[in-house]
């Protein structure tokens, strides 16, 4: 397992290093969740809709999300 050290400046900010971005895909703007652990800290990834479309094994489509997503809004609009 690779390792990077990394510090934390002002704000909080830390910079995750390049090689780890590649590889799990992570590009501006995307966001995490902070989980505690007893090992520490684990950043997990908060995944929409749109990360969603064209994996899996039903391969959903961008219209069926936004078929799915009218519903939802109509589910609102009755209650």
Request: glycine share 6%.
């Amino acid at each position: 397992m690779r390792k990077n050290r990394v510090i934390v400046v002002k704000k909080g900010h830390v910079t995750i290093p390049l090689w780890i971005r590649k590889k799990y895909k992570i590009e501006d703007g995307k966001a995490f969740v902070i989980i505690e652990k007893k090992q520490g800290l684990l950043l997990k990834p908060l995944n929409s809709f749109w990360d969603w479309i064209g994996t899996g094994p039903d391969n959903i489509t961008v219209e069926e999300v936004k078929a799915e997503l009218d519903k939802l809004r109509h589910q609102d609009e009755d209650e």
